[in-house]
């Protein structure tokens, strides 16, 4: 049986819940009373949230090929990160790590792809949201990807690093991001939305919102982890 490696932290809470539905997902389908093997390596938020809010990408990418040789000191058979704004140096963290990679952007490319949706709406962070690295995957599967308007990015991403992060759910935040994607639909004929952000689905957790179907980055992610465990 393989192993996977999982660079957690990023935050916390997804971390959590990462454990978990690997755990469900692999006993929902290796039905022989097994459980996955994994290697947790969780590392420090905020030096990695500092790098990146920083525009220090190279130093984000040292700090991330360093929890990955870790990692593969453990022994594990391929990695992940468990979350989506560091993906934004994936591209110079992938050459450099010294074991196979599983890439939370490009399990969500195949998912969306499955679904045959063309135009969606991102959420996450605001480097998530501003940055190219979720647009460039999903542009070579011509499918295009829009951001909520400049003000409420700013929402999207204070509640995200001040509430969710650290586990706060509130009613009221929930409602007012219900309203952004509402708002998006209305504006830019959006087909599902992305819930690029681990944290979103623990405020977001259905499958769908008047018909627009959330694309939840944690669960696909998982799936990817668990077909590779299993291959």
Do not use: C, W
């Not at 709406?121 to 990807?145: C, D, K, N, W």
């Not at 991403?157 to 935040?173: A, S």
């Amino acid at each position: 049986m393989k192993t996977v490696g999982i660079v957690g932290g990023l935050g916390p809470e997804s971390t959590i819940e990462y454990y978990k539905f690997i755990v469900e997902a692999y006993r929902a389908r290796q039905t022989d009373g097994s459980y996955p093997l994994m290697v947790i390596n969780s590392v420090d938020l905020k030096t990695m949230v500092d790098a990146i809010l920083s525009g220090q990408l190279d130093r984000a990418a040292d700090y991330l090929v360093a929890a990955l040789r870790k990692l593969a000191q453990a022994g594990v058979d391929f990695a992940v990160i468990s979350a989506n704004t560091p993906h934004i140096v994936f591209d110079r963290v992938k050459p450099r790590s010294p074991i196979p990679l599983l890439s939370i952007v490009e399990a969500t490319r195949a998912a969306a792809e499955k679904r045959n949706l063309k135009r969606l709406a991102l959420l996450g962070t605001r480097p998530t949201m501003q940055g190219r690295f979720y647009t460039e995957v999903f542009s070579r599967s011509g499918i295009t990807l829009i951001a909520p308007p400049e003000e409420n990015q700013a929402y999207v991403h204070d509640k995200y690093m001040n509430e969710l992060v650290h586990g706060t759910i509130l009613p009221e935040t929930r409602a007012r991001l219900l309203e952004i994607i509402g708002y998006m639909n209305e504006r830019d004929s959006i087909e599902g939305v992305i819930l690029g952000g681990t944290e979103l689905s623990l405020i977001l957790p259905a499958s769908e919102y008047h018909g627009l179907p959330f694309l939840n980055t944690t669960r696909i992610h998982v799936d990817a982890i668990v077909d590779e465990l299993l291959s």
